[in-house]
């Protein structure tokens, strides 16, 4: 089982980067799917996650309405679509695997750096 997550970068306010998570040892109709963060100083906070089905998607109260999961499973690959960035945006982003309600696999983690 493997992830690898990228796409990250340097933003400005305002501006949109879109996160991919590339799978690979499971099938992504099977597991769902989970994007977290961590802030530079701050824990691991969970951000979004989609069901295996890909019918119910999560998001963070701080994210609602400017970030969306999506998933193409004939790409094994799981986006994750940022609009709107704002500085608290900033964090590394890290995509895993969720077995039951645990996330057991991750991938490593993509640099977000929301600045003017």
């Known amino acids: 089982v493997q992830l690898q997550a990228c796409g990250g970068g340097l933003v400005q306010p305002g501006g949109s980067l879109r996160l991919s998570c590339a799978t690979s040892g499971f099938s992504l109709d099977e597991y769902d799917i989970g994007w977290f963060r961590q802030a530079p100083g701050k824990g691991r906070e969970g951000v979004s996650c989609i069901s295996s089905s890909g019918g119910t998607t999560y998001y963070a109260d701080s994210v609602k309405g400017r970030f969306t999961i999506s998933k193409d499973n004939s790409k094994n690959i799981v986006y994750l679509q940022m609009n709107n960035l704002k500085p608290e945006d900033t964090a590394v982003y890290y995509c895993?695997?969720?077995?039951?309600?645990?996330?057991?696999?991750w991938g490593q983690g993509t640099l977000v750096t929301v600045s003017s």
């Open positions: 895993a695997k969720y077995a039951g309600w645990v996330p057991d696999y």
